[in-house]
């Protein structure tokens, strides 16, 4: 079942996919009512019907739906574009938001959660997005060594675009991050050569009103490593300390 759009507009335009009709008519009327353009669909088939017609600015997915779960549904959008999607899950269910982050979610909501909170979710997320603009560097040239003026700082073996919030190889081709992918790069990037715990890090990479679990740094450690190092499983860049958290190594800049 298909949901047409909802609400002014000039407002972001948001898609609720939930198999659960009351959930998801309940979300998407509230949603509305905050000025949110929003669409809903039951599916993954649904899902694909209304991206054809138009793009969203975030999706608000469930994980446990039939068909085509919330998880591999990610894992396809994700692969294709840097939309914004948040995650719905179960209260006591760790292991879905453990993988929800693993393909690449920016957030996940618990149920059952309060609407304003909801509300206020999408928004952080939506900020941390709009607040970049698109990218407009020359790519680095083959040499590695970076462009005059350009704001491309190194990491591993690429760099990081602390504009368009993008990671750029140095044959030009870009890779977009999440939202707390970024965060998390950054306060690596304005912490080098210091050791920071688990706690710290989320303290200066999240907002603790948003109660994220302490794993989270850890599943985010690990895709960071997949899109940074030459070799993750022997990383040079995000160090593991053991028994204390993590240690960024700058690599000097133009190598």
Known sequence: ???????????????????????????????????????????????DTLLAAEPADLILMDVHMPGEDGLTLARRIRSAAATPIIMLTAADDIV????????????????PFDLRELKAR???VLRRYTAVPPPTHEPPPANGAVPAGAD????????LDMEAHCLVRRDGTREMLT?????????????????????????????????????????????????????????????????????????????
């Open 1 to 47: 079942m298909v949901g047409q759009s909802k609400g002014g507009e000039t407002g972001w335009r948001i898609i609720v996919v939930d198999d659960e009709e009351a959930l998801r008519e309940t979300v998407a009327e509230y949603l509305a009512g905050q000025g949110f353009r929003v669409r809903s669909a039951a599916s993954g088939r649904d899902l």
């Open 96 to 111: 879905d938001r453990v993988a929800g982050l693993e393909v690449g979610a920016d957030d996940y909501v618990v149920k």
């Open 122 to 124: 999408i928004r952080a």
């Open 152 to 159: 491309l700082v190194p990491c591993g073996v690429v760099f």
């Open 179 to 255: 939202a707390m992918e970024f965060d998390l790069l950054r306060v690596f990037l304005q912490n080098p050569n210091r050791v920071l715990t688990r706690d710290r890090l989320l303290d200066l990479a999240h907002d603790r009103d948003n109660e994220p679990f302490d794993r989270s740094i850890d599943v985010r450690v690990t895709r960071l490593r997949k899109k940074i190092e030459a070799d993750p499983a022997k990383p040079q860049a995000i160090k593991t300390v053991r028994g204390v958290g993590y240690l960024f190594v700058p690599g000097p800049r133009g190598t």
